[in-house]
């Protein structure tokens, strides 16, 4: 399965269903299921925003999984990030929707039981589908079957 990798806490917004469009300086034709992956890097920037995002939005932000494969999502489409005027304010907290970037709007959330550790990579890479069928939670999208 193709995979993206997405700094902390973002990942995990994403996984959470926080956040529903991820903003990228480019553009992909890619729609379908994707795993998302945390990436191992944590600044303490990205620290910061965890403890602010986890006081405005979920507690479960403040400490999330580095270095692991979260869960999948479906990527229905991408659009320039022009079109998203009207999105909530978790949304534009949670992404960078300044001129000349793109914003990929998911879907389908599937959640794993456990996080599972996996080296990721810049831009799309591939990660064993039996890795990714052994990770889902039945009947849960939300991450340690937290709902």
Same mark, same amino acid.
């Given at each position: ?10 990942? *995990? ?13 480019? *553009? ?56 998203? *005027? ?53 009947? *849960? ?7």
């Amino acid at each position: 399965m193709r995979a993206i990798s997405l700094w902390q806490p973002w990942a *995990s917004a994403v996984i959470l269903g926080h956040k529903r469009i991820e903003t990228r300086h480019w *553009s992909t034709p890619f729609t379908g299921r994707m795993a998302v992956h945390a990436a191992k890097r944590w600044t303490r920037e990205e620290r910061d925003d965890a403890e602010a995002f986890a006081r405005q939005i979920d507690p479960r932000l403040a400490t999330p999984p580095l270095g692991a494969i979260l869960g999948t999502v479906r990527l229905v489409r991408c659009e320039p990030s022009e079109a998203f *005027s009207h999105i909530s304010q978790i949304e534009r907290m949670l992404g960078n929707f300044a001129p000349g970037r793109f914003g990929w709007i998911l879907d389908d959330v599937r959640a794993f039981a456990e996080p599972i550790p996996f080296k990721g990579a810049q831009g799309f890479f591939d990660v064993p589908d039996e890795l990714i069928a052994r990770g889902f939670i039945p009947d *849960s999208t939300k991450m340690g079957g937290q709902g």
